[in-house]
């Protein structure tokens, strides 16, 4: 689903982390001292899991023929799919996160937050029968948008691995820098530099930007901060 994976690069971070432990750092000093957060990290991947087995629940041949069906002139079938089944999705979210919430101090306070950003942000891409991802059955749109991505990213610092960021407590002075602000603050400095980036792109690219920037100053989690 690589046009979905765009869309959903593009609506800012709902990836989680994909860091892996090795045997042999458990096996060190230092093991014992983030033991805590290593088991926290390791739940968090068996919801990371239960996640996109929910999700790929809901991509099964026969659902996306109907999508293909409803929607014959769509290239990105993946992608209206995704927004026919966003209430789905969100709940498969939701269901992860009553879990999530409970795995440390951070995630009670972060994974509300990080839920809200998640709905707000499939609203925003799914609103009006998806008009914004039609933006994305244009090969050239898409070659612009990974181009602006790539551009791009290290504006979002850390903000992809939830796991530390959202999720697991940690002593790590530069993860424990992303609060919530700082969260909405990179993602806000994310669409900053892609508004900039995607000028030489259509204008239905500009407009989809334009459109993910004032959702996110003007919505919940993060209007208080920006």
């Known amino acids: 689903m690589s046009s979905l994976s765009l869309l959903i690069t593009?609506?800012?971070?709902?990836?989680?982390?994909?860091?892996?432990?090795?045997d042999s750092f458990e096996s060190s000093p230092d093991y014992e001292i983030?033991?805590?957060?290593?088991?926290?990290?390791?739940?968090?991947?068996?919801?990371?899991?239960?996640?996109?087995?929910?999700?790929?629940?809901?991509?099964?041949?026969?659902?996306?023929?109907?999508?293909?069906?409803?929607?014959?002139?769509?290239?990105c079938v993946e992608c209206m799919h995704f927004?026919?089944?966003?209430?789905?999705?969100?709940?498969?979210?939701r269901e992860s996160a009553l879990t999530l919430q409970l795995l440390s101090n951070k995630?009670?306070?972060?994974?509300p937050f990080v839920e809200k950003l998640f709905e707000t942000t499939?609203?925003?891409i799914c609103d009006n029968d998806g008009?914004?991802?039609?933006?994305?059955?244009d090969e050239d749109n898409k070659n612009c948008i990974k181009k602006s991505g790539r551009e791009c990213k290290d504006r979002l610092g850390m903000v992809n691995e939830l796991e530390s960021v959202a999720y697991c407590d940690t002593a790590d002075p530069e993860i424990e820098a992303y609060t919530k602000d700082?969260?909405?603050?990179?993602?806000?400095?994310?669409?900053?530099?892609?508004?900039?980036?995607?000028k030489s792109c259509s204008i239905d690219v500009q407009?989809?930007?334009?459109?993910?920037?004032?959702?996110?100053?003007?919505?919940?989690?993060?209007?208080?901060?920006l």
């Open 182 to 198: 700082n969260i909405c603050q990179k993602m806000l400095d994310f669409l900053e530099c892609a508004e900039k980036s995607v």
């Open 207 to 225: 407009d989809s930007v334009s459109i993910l920037m004032t959702k996110l100053r003007n919505m919940e989690p993060c209007s208080q901060y």
């Open 83 to 93: 927004c026919r089944k966003q209430d789905n999705i969100t709940e498969c979210f």
């Open 122 to 124: 499939v609203t925003t």
């Open 107 to 111: 995630s009670a306070h972060m994974v």
């Open 34 to 75: 983030w033991k805590e957060y290593f088991e926290c990290q390791r739940k968090s991947r068996v919801q990371r899991l239960a996640f996109k087995e929910c999700i790929s629940n809901n991509f099964e041949a026969l659902e996306l023929n109907e999508t293909q069906r409803l929607y014959n002139k769509i290239n």
């Open 131 to 137: 008009k914004m991802i039609t933006v994305y059955d």
């Open 10 to 22: 593009f609506g800012v971070f709902i990836t989680c982390s994909t860091l892996v432990l090795s």
